[in-house]
């Protein structure tokens, strides 16, 4: 009969070892009133007077919330949704500061959102996701607190305004691109035009610039063979000259010219009708020889 009592009472004393896994905490109340938290590791509580009554996980929840709507300054509905992360800093304030802690948060989150969006206009609201979420974090943890809550951060998941007010954005976003393209396609067009004009003006410049330098060559060229001419004629005379020619030999020189004449592609050849003007020219080309002494 003993040994049945001793090993209930050890069954009984053993039903109260209780091991808390870690990011676990267990408020437990004795005798219907909170008594204490058990945190991570081993712990005991006494079997019928001591309850766990709630386990308390430690982790960052997410939680997101249903769209909600709100309105705008300027009158425009729109549905919003938001995701909130928090994490559980005092297990009895939440086991026993609200009812519900994750709907007294949803319905919070929804009211502070009307407040910030009945501030903002449309424009605003679709542009400031920062400060809203800002804004909504610094309220929320605020009110929390008594809760035993910590919010970490307060994301603007979605913003979806009415039907007709998305056409008529998406109608200026597709106006805003095409006015875009239109400027960047003329820039486009005058920058090639720049480009062709430089390129013709450039071309014309050169082509000047060859012209004038081939003009210039061959006129260097020109006087460089008028100048050989006269060369070789002054060193022909002097040839002449320092030959001592007499008239026999220069009569000589005029017939053979006759005869390369005669040589030639000429059709016609008038001949003189003596030697005496044979005579007569190889007198002039001396006298021509003389008077260059």
Do not use: C, H
């Not at 006129?219 to 320092?242: F, P, R, S, Y």
């Amino acid at each position: 009969m003993i040994w049945i009592i001793l090993i209930i009472i050890v069954v009984i004393v053993a039903a109260g070892v209780k091991i808390i896994p870690q990011s676990k905490a267990y408020v437990v109340e004795r005798l219907g009133a909170y008594d204490r938290t058990m945190q991570t590791g081993l712990n005991y509580r006494v079997p019928i007077i001591d309850r766990v009554a709630n386990v308390v996980s430690l982790k960052e929840i997410v939680k997101d919330f249903a769209p909600q709507p709100v309105i705008t300054k300027d009158n425009v509905t729109m549905q919003i949704d938001t995701v909130v992360y928090f994490q559980i800093t005092d297990p009895k304030l939440y086991t026993y500061g609200v009812d519900n802690p994750i709907s007294a948060i949803e319905n919070l989150t929804a009211t502070t959102l009307r407040n910030i969006i009945g501030e903002l206009e449309l424009d605003e609201t679709l542009t400031s996701r920062d400060i809203i979420n800002s804004k909504m974090r610094s309220i929320l943890d605020e009110a929390t607190d008594p809760w035993g809550i910590k919010v970490n951060r307060v994301e603007v998941k979605n913003i979806l305004p009415p039907r007709d007010i998305q056409d008529a954005m998406e109608k200026q976003m597709r106006a805003e691109r095409e006015r875009r393209e239109a400027i960047l396609k003329a820039e486009g067009e005058k920058k090639a035009a720049i480009l062709i004009a430089e390129g013709e003006k450039e071309s014309a410049i050169l082509r000047a610039e060859a012209k004038k330098e081939s003009q210039i060559k061959e006129a260097e060229g020109e006087a460089e063979a008028i100048v050989k001419i006269q060369k070789a004629t002054a060193e022909g005379l002097k040839l002449l000259k320092d030959a001592k020619m007499d008239e026999s030999v220069l009569k000589l020189k005029s017939y053979e010219a006759l005869v390369n004449v005669a040589n030639g592609q000429a059709t016609k050849i008038i001949v003189p009708s003596d030697l005496q003007n044979i005579a007569t020219i190889g007198t002039t080309i001396s006298e021509v020889m003389k008077s260059k002494k």
